[in-house]
C-alpha cells in the first residue's frame, strides 16, 4: 500500500477537530449538545464542512443524521458512524471521534486519489445518548430501518413532541422512512469509540477490538422489615431492611467478580424511605445493573442472583419483590470485521486488546441493519460523560491509521 | 401492709386517664403536643385536675412542669416523673402513663389515709421528646438545677426562642432558677415509662428494672471512592464507595450481635450523592448509631469498628473520613433502688427482668439531682412513637400496684 498515514498529524488534525466541535454548547460553561437543538444544527453543519473538504456527498435524512458519501467501484457501502450529541456536562470525545475518524479516513484515500472496491458512507448521528427524548437511538434506527413511528409522539421535558422537534429542525417526519438503507447496499458497519472504561489504559494498550455490545438487565430489589428504635430493639429481634440491602450489594460485587470479567454487575442507587439516624430501616429498595457480552452468562448470573436474594430475604424474615426492569440481549460483533480491526491495530503497532463494550452503542441498532465491528481508543482514567474525558492526539492518531488500515484490508 | 390495690381497677382508671389526655392535640387526626402550646396548656391543666382529686398541692415552675406535692413526715421527698409532650403523630402512652401512675399511686395513700416517712412529688415534664426546640430535657434539668441559660435563645421552627414561649405560655424565664430541686430534699427519682422496645413482650414479662439508660456514640462515616460507568469499569479496577458502605452496615451488624446485649448499633441514614442505577458510587455517607449501658463496652466498640472501617478503607482503596458527632455517656439507675423495684414487680407476680433503656429520658436528667430508677412495662410489639403503642390495661394495673408496692418499702 502507498503512502503511509502520518499519524502524528492525523491525531494533531484530530485533536484540533475535536475542541473545535466541542465548542458548540447550549451553555456557556459546559458541553450539552442535545438532538434537533440549535447546537445539534451548528456540529451538523461543522461536520457537513469537513465532510465537502474531505470530497464527500453530503445529505441529512429526516432525524437530521448527517450522511457523507465517497463513491466507490460498487454500489456496496462500508459505513462508518458514530453521534455527535451528548450528555450534560459530558466530554468532547464520546460520539465525535468516530464522525472525525471517519472523516479523517476518507481524507486520506481523496488525497492519495485512490478508489476502493466500495463506497464508504460516514454518518453523524444526533440522538446516542438520549439527553432530549425518553428514547434513544432514534437516528441510528431510522438509518437501519427500525425505526417505529410511535417513538414520534415521546416528549421532551418541555412537552415538545419527537414530531415537532422534527419539524422545527427544518426536517419532514413522513420522509423518515427513507432514511432507510436498502438491503445489500450497507455492507458494514464500523464504529470507532473512545472505551469509556480504564482496560486498555490498565493494560497500556491503545486501541481494542469490541467483541460485543453488552446484554443488560436491572433488578429492582425491595426489602419490606420493621422499622424500629435503634436503642430499644435487640440486635436478635431486628428485622432491618439495610442489613439485606448490604447483603445484595456485597452479593452483586462477589457473584461478578467470581465470573472473572464475563458479568459486571453494579449497585449505584439504594433508598430508605423514612430513613433516620437513629430508627431502623423499615424498607429499602435499591437497583441492580447486570450486564454481560454473553447472554447465556447474563441469563445465569440473574437466575443465581435471584436465589441468593431470595435466601437473604428468607433467612432475614423480610418481605422481598423482584422486579426486572430491563433484559436487552448482547449484540455480538461480526468475526470476520473483528479480524480485520485487530489486523489492522497490529498494523500500527498495537496489540488488539478484545473487550466488550458495557455502553450502550448506535453499533446495537446498525446491527439490525449489516454485520458491525467496533474499536475502542484508550481514554484517560476510563472516564467518560465527564468533563475530565480525555484522549491523546497520538493515541487518536493510531486509531484513524488503524481504521485506514482496516478499510484497505477489508472484504465486502 | 393494708387494703392491697386492686390491680383491675387501677388498669382501667390509667386507661382511661390515658386516652382522655391522649385526646389533647394540636391535630384532629394524629397526637401532637409540643412543649409550651395551648395543647400543653390544656394537658397540664388536666393533669393538675386530677393531681388535685388525688390530694396533691399543684404549683407549676417556669418551664410549666406541673408538680404535684403530696406532704410526708419528713421534708424529704421521692420524685416521680414523666413528661406530657410527644412526638409528632405519637402515641398516648410514651411519657404520660409515668405521670398517670404517679398519681394513682398517691390516690391509693390519700384513700387509705396513709402517712408516709416521706412526701412525694408527681412531676409532669414538658420537654423530652424535643418536638419543638433543638433542645431536650430542659423541663427535668430546670428540676435539677442543670439548666443552661444559653438555651432560652434557641429557635422553633417558627423563629420563637425559648424565651419567647415561656412568656407566651405565661411564666418568667427570669424565675427559673426557682424550679431547681434544694439539695437533701429530693431524695430519689423514679420513673415508670412503656420499654418502647419488645423485649417485655418476648420474655412474656409484663415489668421490668432499667439498669441504666444507654448511652450514646454518633459516627458518621464517609467514604470516598471512584464514580465510574456500571458498565464498562471492570469488577477489579473499581473503588466503589457502595460496597464499602455495604460492608460497614454489616459490620456494625455482626459487631453488636457479638456483644450478645451489651452494644446495639444501627445504620439507618445512607447517602449517595448524585446516585444513578448505571453509575458506581463515588461518594458514600451513613450515620451509626451506637448504644450500650455500658461506657466502657461502647468505647471499646467504637475504638474497635474505627480500626475495621480503616481496614475496609484501606482493603477497598478508599478515602474515608470519620467524625463522631456524639458522645453521650451512660445515666445508671441506683442499685439500692432498682432492689427495691424488682422486688416490688415479684410483689405483683412479675419476673423482674433487667433492661438497659436504649432510649433517653428524664431520668437522664435527673440522675444529676438525685438517686434515680426507672420501671419499664410491656407495650405490644416494642411499638413506640406511633400511633400503634399501645399497653394493655392490666399492665398498666400492674405497674401502678408495684409503684404502690415500691413506694411503700422503699427506704429514703
Chains 1, 2 share one sequence.
Not at 450489594?249 to 437513629?278: F, H, Y
Request: hydrophobic share 45%; glycine share 10%.
Amino acid at each position: 500500500m502507498s503512502n503511509a498515514p502520518d499519524v502524528k498529524l492525523l491525531g494533531e488534525r484530530a485533536d484540533t477537530m475535536i475542541r473545535t466541535l466541542g465548542s458548540i454548547s447550549a451553555e456557556p460553561n459546559r458541553l450539552f449538545r442535545a438532538f434537533l437543538t440549535p447546537e445539534h444544527r451548528k456540529a451538523a453543519d461543522l461536520v457537513a464542512k469537513w465532510m465537502r473538504a474531505a470530497k464527500l456527498d453530503v445529505s441529512e435524512d429526516a432525524l437530521g443524521t448527517v450522511r457523507g458519501h465517497w463513491a466507490g467501484e460498487s454500489k456496496k457501502r462500508l459505513l462508518i458512524g458514530s453521534h455527535i450529541d451528548t450528555v450534560i456536562d459530558g466530554g468532547m470525545f464520546d460520539g465525535p471521534f468516530g464522525v472525525i475518524a471517519g472523516i479523517l479516513a476518507v481524507d486520506h484515500f481523496t488525497q492519495a486519489g485512490r478508489k476502493l472496491p466500495f463506497g464508504i458512507d460516514v454518518l453523524a448521528f444526533g440522538d446516542e445518548e438520549g439527553s432530549r427524548f425518553p428514547t434513544t437511538l432514534t437516528s441510528s434506527m431510522a438509518c437501519a430501518g427500525t425505526f417505529d413511528n410511535a417513538r414520534l409522539d415521546m416528549a421532551d421535558k418541555e412537552g415538545v413532541t419527537l414530531r415537532d422537534a422534527i419539524v422545527a429542525y427544518g426536517k419532514d417526519p413522513a420522509a423518515l422512512a427513507e432514511a432507510a438503507y436498502k438491503r445489500g447496499e450497507a455492507a458494514a458497519y464500523v464504529e470507532v469509540h473512545i472505551e469509556q472504561g480504564p482496560v486498555l489504559e490498565y493494560k497500556k494498550q491503545p486501541l481494542g477490538v469490541v467483541t460485543s455490545i453488552a446484554g443488560q438487565s436491572y433488578l429492582n430489589v425491595e426489602f419490606l422489615g420493621e422499622a424500629g428504635h435503634a436503642g430499644t430493639v435487640p440486635m436478635m429481634l431486628r428485622r432491618d431492611a439495610l442489613a439485606g440491602g448490604a447483603e445484595v450489594i456485597l452479593l452483586a460485587e462477589k457473584m461478578a467478580r467470581d465470573t472473572k470479567g464475563d458479568v459486571v454487575a453494579t449497585v449505584g442507587q439504594l433508598r430508605i424511605p423514612s430513613a433516620a439516624s437513629n430508627v431502623i430501616a423499615g424498607n429499602v429498595a435499591l437497583v441492580v445493573d447486570i450486564r454481560s457480552g454473553s447472554n447465556a452468562a447474563r441469563q445465569q448470573f440473574v437466575d443465581t442472583f435471584k436465589t441468593e436474594i431470595r435466601a437473604i430475604a428468607k433467612r432475614r424474615e423480610l418481605g422481598l419483590t423482584i422486579t426486572q426492569t430491563r433484559d436487552v440481549a448482547t449484540t455480538p460483533c461480526d468475526q470476520s470485521l473483528q479480524d480485520g480491526i485487530a489486523a489492522a491495530i497490529r498494523s500500527v503497532g498495537g496489540e488488539p486488546l478484545e473487550l466488550s463494550s458495557g455502553a450502550g452503542h448506535d453499533g446495537t441498532a446498525m446491527a439490525k441493519l449489516c454485520p458491525i465491528a467496533m474499536m475502542f481508543v484508550r481514554c484517560r482514567g476510563g472516564i467518560s460523560h465527564n468533563p475530565a474525558e480525555y484522549t491523546s492526539p497520538s493515541d487518536m492518531g493510531l486509531a484513524v491509521a488503524a481504521l485506514i488500515r482496516f478499510i484497505e484490508t477489508v472484504k465486502l
